[in-house]
Protein backbone atom coordinates (compact mmCIF):
# COMPACT_ATOMS: atom_id res chain seq x y z
CA UNK A 1 0.00 0.00 0.00
CA UNK A 2 2.80 2.13 0.57
CA UNK A 3 3.44 2.01 -2.95
CA UNK A 4 0.20 3.41 -3.80
CA UNK A 5 0.23 6.07 -1.58
CA UNK A 6 4.07 6.82 -2.96
CA UNK A 7 3.08 6.74 -6.46
CA UNK A 8 0.72 9.86 -5.76
CA UNK A 9 3.05 11.49 -3.19
CA UNK A 10 1.74 10.94 -0.10
CA UNK A 11 3.68 10.86 2.84
CA UNK A 12 1.47 8.08 5.64
CA UNK A 13 2.61 9.53 8.62
CA UNK A 14 1.62 13.11 7.24
CA UNK A 15 -1.84 11.45 6.82
CA UNK A 16 -2.05 9.92 10.06
CA UNK A 17 -1.15 13.08 11.42
CA UNK A 18 -3.81 15.16 9.94
CA UNK A 19 -6.11 12.02 10.37
CA UNK A 20 -5.44 12.56 14.17
CA UNK A 21 -5.70 16.62 14.15
CA UNK A 22 -8.95 16.45 11.76
CA UNK A 23 -10.83 14.06 14.33
CA UNK A 24 -9.57 16.39 17.19
CA UNK A 25 -10.48 19.30 15.68
CA UNK A 26 -14.26 17.51 14.53
CA UNK A 27 -14.58 16.58 17.97
CA UNK A 28 -13.67 19.82 19.50
CA UNK A 29 -15.86 21.11 17.12
CA UNK A 30 -18.83 18.84 17.88
CA UNK A 31 -18.19 19.02 21.48
CA UNK A 32 -18.26 22.81 21.56
CA UNK A 33 -19.22 24.30 18.65
CA UNK A 34 -21.52 22.63 17.02
CA UNK A 35 -23.89 22.19 19.49
CA UNK A 36 -24.23 25.41 20.12
CA UNK A 37 -24.42 26.07 16.07
CA UNK A 38 -26.83 23.10 15.88
CA UNK A 39 -28.92 24.63 18.71
CA UNK A 40 -29.27 28.04 16.59
CA UNK A 41 -29.74 26.68 14.08
CA UNK A 42 -33.01 24.57 15.70
CA UNK A 43 -34.31 27.56 17.51
CA UNK A 44 -34.15 29.51 14.09
CA UNK A 45 -36.25 26.74 12.59
CA UNK A 46 -38.74 26.70 15.09
CA UNK A 47 -39.00 30.48 14.73
CA UNK A 48 -39.48 30.06 11.62
CA UNK A 49 -41.88 26.90 12.16
CA UNK A 50 -43.41 29.01 14.61
CA UNK A 51 -43.96 32.04 12.15
CA UNK A 52 -44.89 30.06 9.04
CA UNK A 53 -47.94 28.53 11.59
CA UNK A 54 -49.06 32.00 12.48
CA UNK A 55 -48.69 33.22 8.89
CA UNK A 56 -51.30 29.87 8.50
CA UNK A 57 -53.18 31.21 11.11
CA UNK A 58 -53.77 34.71 10.23
CA UNK A 59 -54.57 33.82 6.40
CA UNK A 60 -57.43 31.43 7.83
CA UNK A 61 -58.14 34.53 10.05
CA UNK A 62 -58.28 36.41 6.52
CA UNK A 63 -60.64 34.56 5.02
CA UNK A 64 -62.61 33.55 7.79
CA UNK A 65 -63.16 37.41 8.29
CA UNK A 66 -63.34 37.96 3.85
CA UNK A 67 -66.28 35.03 4.39
CA UNK A 68 -67.61 37.33 7.12
CA UNK A 69 -67.27 40.60 5.17
CA UNK A 70 -68.69 39.49 2.25
CA UNK A 71 -71.73 37.32 4.31
CA UNK A 72 -72.04 41.17 6.21
CA UNK A 73 -72.06 43.01 2.76
CA UNK A 74 -74.86 40.35 1.50
CA UNK A 75 -77.00 40.65 4.33
CA UNK A 76 -77.10 44.23 3.81
CA UNK A 77 -77.45 44.03 0.41
CA UNK A 78 -80.92 41.96 1.05
CA UNK A 79 -81.83 44.66 3.80
CA UNK A 80 -81.79 47.29 1.77
CA UNK A 81 -83.89 45.56 -1.01
CA UNK A 82 -85.93 44.77 1.30
CA UNK A 83 -86.07 48.08 2.62
CA UNK A 84 -85.90 49.67 -0.41
CA UNK A 85 -89.46 46.95 -1.18
CA UNK A 86 -91.27 48.51 1.64
CA UNK A 87 -90.94 52.01 0.40
CA UNK A 88 -92.30 51.54 -2.65
CA UNK A 89 -95.52 49.65 -0.94
CA UNK A 90 -95.47 52.63 1.65
CA UNK A 91 -95.21 54.89 -1.30
CA UNK A 92 -97.65 53.04 -3.19
CA UNK A 93 -100.26 53.16 -0.44
CA UNK A 94 -99.98 56.82 0.08
CA UNK A 95 -100.69 57.42 -3.28
CA UNK A 96 -103.95 55.31 -2.95
CA UNK A 97 -104.59 56.94 0.35
CA UNK A 98 -104.18 60.42 -1.45
CA UNK A 99 -106.22 59.63 -4.47
CA UNK A 100 -109.14 58.20 -2.54
CA UNK A 101 -108.76 61.14 0.01
CA UNK A 102 -109.16 63.57 -3.07
CA UNK A 103 -112.19 61.49 -4.24
CA UNK A 104 -113.60 61.78 -1.08
CA UNK A 105 -113.14 65.83 -1.36
CA UNK A 106 -114.16 65.60 -4.80
CA UNK A 107 -117.59 63.51 -3.88
CA UNK A 108 -118.00 66.11 -0.84
CA UNK A 109 -117.40 69.40 -2.68
CA UNK A 110 -119.86 68.02 -5.62
CA UNK A 111 -122.95 66.97 -2.84
CA UNK A 112 -122.16 70.95 -1.32
CA UNK A 113 -122.15 72.28 -4.72
CA UNK A 114 -125.58 70.40 -5.89
CA UNK A 115 -126.98 71.18 -2.38
CA UNK A 116 -126.34 74.71 -3.09
CA UNK A 117 -127.30 74.65 -6.20
CA UNK A 118 -130.56 73.40 -4.75
CA UNK A 119 -131.19 75.72 -2.32
CA UNK A 120 -130.59 78.88 -4.29
CA UNK A 121 -132.60 77.28 -7.00
CA UNK A 122 -135.47 76.87 -3.94
CA UNK A 123 -134.78 80.61 -3.15
CA UNK A 124 -134.90 81.51 -6.82
CA UNK A 125 -138.25 80.18 -7.26
CA UNK A 126 -139.16 81.66 -3.53
CA UNK A 127 -138.21 84.89 -4.79
CA UNK A 128 -140.42 84.20 -8.44
CA UNK A 129 -143.25 83.64 -6.37
CA UNK A 130 -142.90 86.69 -3.98
CA UNK A 131 -142.84 88.43 -7.47
CA UNK A 132 -145.67 87.07 -9.04
CA UNK A 133 -147.97 87.82 -5.69
CA UNK A 134 -146.93 91.26 -6.37
CA UNK A 135 -147.53 91.07 -9.64
CA UNK A 136 -151.25 89.69 -8.98
CA UNK A 137 -151.81 92.36 -6.39
CA UNK A 138 -150.65 95.08 -8.56
CA UNK A 139 -152.97 93.35 -11.43
CA UNK A 140 -155.39 93.34 -9.11
CA UNK A 141 -155.13 96.71 -7.88
CA UNK A 142 -155.04 97.92 -10.87
CA UNK A 143 -158.62 95.73 -11.63
CA UNK A 144 -159.81 96.72 -8.95
CA UNK A 145 -159.62 100.55 -9.80
CA UNK A 146 -161.29 99.63 -13.12
CA UNK A 147 -163.70 97.28 -11.54
CA UNK A 148 -164.83 97.71 -8.08
CA UNK A 149 -166.49 93.99 -8.40
CA UNK A 150 -164.64 92.51 -4.55
CA UNK A 151 -165.35 89.05 -5.73
CA UNK A 152 -164.67 89.06 -9.05
CA UNK A 153 -161.26 90.54 -8.34
CA UNK A 154 -160.70 87.82 -5.95
CA UNK A 155 -160.79 85.14 -8.56
CA UNK A 156 -158.70 86.95 -10.89
CA UNK A 157 -155.84 87.18 -8.23
CA UNK A 158 -156.46 83.27 -7.37
CA UNK A 159 -156.14 82.57 -10.88
CA UNK A 160 -152.96 84.16 -11.59
CA UNK A 161 -151.47 82.50 -8.55
CA UNK A 162 -152.13 79.21 -9.68
CA UNK A 163 -150.87 79.68 -13.21
CA UNK A 164 -148.09 80.85 -11.27
CA UNK A 165 -147.45 77.76 -9.34
CA UNK A 166 -147.88 75.71 -12.28
CA UNK A 167 -145.27 77.28 -14.27
CA UNK A 168 -142.68 77.03 -11.63
Partial sequence: MSVFFDSFGVNVLSLIWYLVLFGAVLYLLRRFAFGRVLGTIEQRQASINQSLDEAQEALASVKKNREKA??????ASQEAQEMVRRAERAANDI???????????????ITKARTEIEQERLA???EIRKQVVDLALVAASTVIRE??????????????IQQADLRA
Fill in 147 to 160: NLDVEKNRRLAEQT
Fill in 95 to 109: QSDARREAKVQQDVM
Fill in 70 to 75: EEILWN
Fill in 124 to 126: AIA
